[in-house]
């Protein structure tokens, strides 16, 4: 799996994006659990993934109403299927609105660069 840490900062939110191959929901849950055993990342306040498949998309919110269904778009625009997306945010202690979508983009957006360099 590849980790990137500190991608952006908003208002004291932090975020990071990380990604692998996946083709099923048992592999989703695997890679979640690896990702986890950092403390950091299990301490985070959501980690929100998705990942496409054939048959159609996974994704999962961990409480940020909304956030999976962004980065499931984004998936699909990019045409990248059978690999697993999962932006981290820890909370700094202001809410974001709808900012906070945003800031999801933009790091799948980072993510996808550097997949593609």
Same mark, same amino acid.
């Given at each position: 799996? $590849?980790?990137? %840490?500190?991608?952006?900062?908003?208002?004291?939110? /932090?975020?990071?994006?990380? !990604?692998?191959?996946?083709?099923? /929901? +048992?592999? =989703? #849950?695997?890679?979640?659990?690896?990702?986890?055993?950092?403390?950091?990342?299990?301490?985070?306040?959501?980690? $929100?993934? +998705?990942?496409?498949?054939?048959?159609?998309?996974?994704?999962?919110?961990?409480?940020?109403?909304? +956030?999976?269904?962004? &980065?499931?778009?984004?998936? %699909?625009?990019?045409?990248?299927?059978? @690999?697993?997306? &999962?932006? $981290?945010?820890?909370? !700094? !202690? $202001? @809410?974001? !609105?709808?900012?906070?979508?945003?800031? =999801? #983009?933009?790091? =799948?957006? @980072?993510?996808?660069? #550097?997949?593609?360099?």
């Amino acid at each position: 799996m $590849t980790v990137f %840490e500190n991608v952006l900062t908003d208002r004291g939110s /932090k975020y990071a994006v990380s !990604g692998g191959p996946a083709g099923s /929901k +048992a592999e =989703v #849950q695997t890679l979640l659990k690896e990702l986890k055993r950092n403390k950091k990342f299990a301490k985070a306040t959501h980690n $929100t993934w +998705a990942l496409l498949l054939p048959d159609g998309p996974l994704k999962g919110d961990d409480g940020e109403a909304g +956030a999976g269904v962004v &980065i499931v778009r984004m998936l %699909e625009r990019a045409q990248l299927e059978n @690999h697993l997306v &999962i932006v $981290t945010r820890w909370f !700094g !202690g $202001t @809410h974001l !609105g709808g900012d906070r979508f945003r800031r =999801v #983009q933009d790091c =799948v957006t @980072h993510y996808l660069d #550097q997949m593609e360099g």
